[in-house]
């Protein structure tokens, strides 16, 4: 979880200074911005856990790098509000994915894992992931007020958007 979860910060990243680098001086910026800042202090955090219980990274991580850039750069240059349909594809992915990790840590009997005592990693990495999940449930609600849902060929873009992130989940969790 930890390993998924830090790579999927790190590409989230990746996605908006992709995007600042097209959007830089639009009405756009701000925003983009402030979700930024907070994807940062997501991946610290997981930069953090995955130090503390020694997690190999992701073997992908370079991939996400040139990817998630690519793929901000790519949406912003199809405009704001495509950026912006970007955002509302991938934060719908992460929620779903949170989600479910949140239920596994609540049962872990029912998932096969070994039940955790309450000294264990599973309440604070639980509060973490709500925690950024509500972040993530914000940046939708951002990304949809600024026109998101408008963008042209919004259907296709995030079907395509969220295909690639479940991919990019599905892989690293793996490897
Ligand atoms: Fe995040
Ligand atoms: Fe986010």
Not at 67 to 77: D, F, H, K, P
Not at 89 to 103: F, P
Not at 104 to 132: F, K, M, T, W, Y
Not at 134 to 141: L, N, R
């Amino acid at each position: 979880m930890i390993r998924v979860n830090q790579a999927g910060e790190y590409g989230a990243a990746r996605i908006y200074a992709g995007q600042l680098a097209i959007l830089k001086g639009t009405p756009a910026e701000e925003a983009l911005t402030e979700m930024a800042a907070q994807e940062a202090e997501h991946l610290q955090k997981f930069n953090r856990l995955i130090i503390e219980h020694q997690v190999r990274p992701t073997i992908l991580q370079p991939l996400w790098h040139v990817g998630g850039y690519a793929l901000g750069m790519l949406t912003a240059m199809m405009g704001e509000k495509a950026a912006h349909a970007c955002t509302i594809a991938v934060e719908e992915v992460i929620d779903g994915h949170y989600q479910s990790q949140l239920k596994r840590l609540e049962s872990p009997i029912d998932s096969g894992i070994p039940p955790l005592n309450a000294h264990s990693i599973n309440v604070p990495l639980a509060e973490l992931i709500e925690q950024c999940r509500q972040d993530e449930i914000a940046h939708k609600e951002t990304a949809i007020h600024l026109g998101g849902r408008n963008a042209p060929a919004y259907a296709a873009l995030t079907t395509a958007i969220k295909k690639i992130s479940r991919t990019a989940i599905w892989l690293s969790s793996r490897i």
